[in-house]
């Protein structure tokens, strides 16, 4: 083969070596790091756990798409839309010892929801289980996403977090940074968007009013929300998590998976709900991780 048609024939060809390059500037690009492919794989056994262990249910799933005929017209897109996002967000800055942290308020905070909303039958499942253990994981993961989501908005909107000190800092400090204004209207809206939420989630949880778990719903969200740490933080987490959770209840309910008592598909409460229960998991992360110093920091002390 002549020396010109050899040059121009390996010029359109890639070599081992700069497809590892490219790989690995998709993977950057994407904040992939080690612990994101333990992660995926974590979620992809999971799920293949759930499907095993309830194969009936995903029996009966499938059951509904003719796939002699034009099964895409019938097959689940949103679903596996949603599924595929939520596996590239929690691959993105994966980091295996803070998402434990996620992972273990996830699960925990993700049954006692479920068997609050189950039990008072504000909402209820197909299977009439109360509730079905094969839905609690996807709480977890869920949870996930909506930290990467949270650190997405983190970044592309204007505003700083609050040190976790803020209560310490001087006065004429605040009112000087290039912030102030900012931080003002985060204040005004974490008020707005919150007590709007409370009186939402009053009117729609009125029927079970009678119901102690309704009541100790209704107080842990009161004292969350009289208790900011960070107004900017909470709003992009509550924005975060009912993006996420729109998603998430309008497959639900439309497949009819998860119904309310409403018939609604989904009701307005329900997606922001998932907004609030984000920003409680986040809180409780914050405090189980305060007293784990708190009682590390009075060991030290306590040691000769």
């Known amino acids: 083969m002549p020396d010109y048609i050899r040059g121009s024939?390996?010029?359109?060809?890639?070599?081992?070596r700069e497809k590892n390059s490219i790989l690995r500037q998709v993977a950057a690009s994407l904040g992939w790091t080690r612990h994101s492919y333990y992660l995926l794989s974590g979620f992809i056994l999971l799920c293949g756990l759930i499907v095993y262990a309830w194969w009936p249910l995903a029996e009966e799933a499938l059951a509904y798409i003719d796939w002699s005929g034009p099964w895409w017209?019938?097959?689940?897109?949103?679903?596996?839309?949603?599924?595929?996002?939520?596996?590239?967000?929690?691959?993105?800055?994966?980091?295996?010892?803070?998402?434990?942290?996620?992972?273990?308020?996830?699960?925990v905070g993700g049954l006692v929801i479920e068997s609050w909303?189950?039990?008072?039958?504000?909402?209820?499942?197909?299977?009439?289980?109360?509730?079905?253990?094969?839905?609690?994981?996807?709480?977890?993961?869920?949870?996930?996403?909506?930290?990467?989501?949270?650190?997405?908005?983190?970044?592309?909107?204007?505003?700083?977090?609050?040190?976790?000190?803020?209560?310490?800092v001087p006065r004429k400090n605040k009112e000087n940074s290039a912030n102030s204004a900012v931080s003002?209207?985060?204040?005004?809206?974490?008020?707005?968007?919150?007590?709007?939420?409370?009186?939402?989630?009053?009117?729609?949880?009125?029927?079970?009013l009678d119901k102690s778990f309704t009541i100790l719903a209704l107080i842990l969200v009161a004292l969350l929300i009289l208790t900011p740490t960070d107004y900017r933080l909470a709003l992009l987490t509550f924005a975060a998590g009912s993006?996420?959770?729109?998603?998430l209840e309008l497959w639900g309910t439309t497949r009819e998976c998860w119904t309310y008592y409403t018939l609604a598909t989904p009701p307005v409460f329900a997606v922001f709900a998932h907004g609030m229960a984000a920003l409680a998991f986040w809180r409780t992360m914050l405090l189980l991780q305060g007293?784990?110093?708190?009682?590390?920091?009075?060991?030290?002390i306590r040691q000769p």
């Open 243 to 247: 993006a996420l959770g729109y998603f």
């Open 9 to 16: 024939y390996n010029s359109g060809m890639s070599t081992p």
């Open 117 to 168: 909303g189950t039990q008072t039958e504000i909402w209820w499942y197909y299977t009439a289980e109360r509730p079905p253990l094969w839905i609690i994981p996807a709480w977890p993961i869920a949870s996930l996403s909506i930290d990467r989501l949270v650190r997405l908005l983190r970044r592309w909107l204007p505003g700083e977090d609050l040190p976790r000190n803020t209560q310490r």
């Open 184 to 208: 003002a209207v985060n204040k005004i809206l974490y008020w707005i968007v919150f007590l709007a939420f409370y009186a939402l989630m009053f009117s729609f949880v009125w029927p079970t």
């Open 73 to 107: 017209r019938y097959f689940d897109w949103l679903l596996v839309g949603i599924w595929l996002v939520m596996s590239l967000l929690i691959m993105s800055g994966a980091d295996l010892r803070k998402d434990a942290w996620i992972v273990a308020v996830g699960l």
């Open 291 to 300: 007293m784990i110093r708190w009682g590390i920091r009075n060991s030290e």
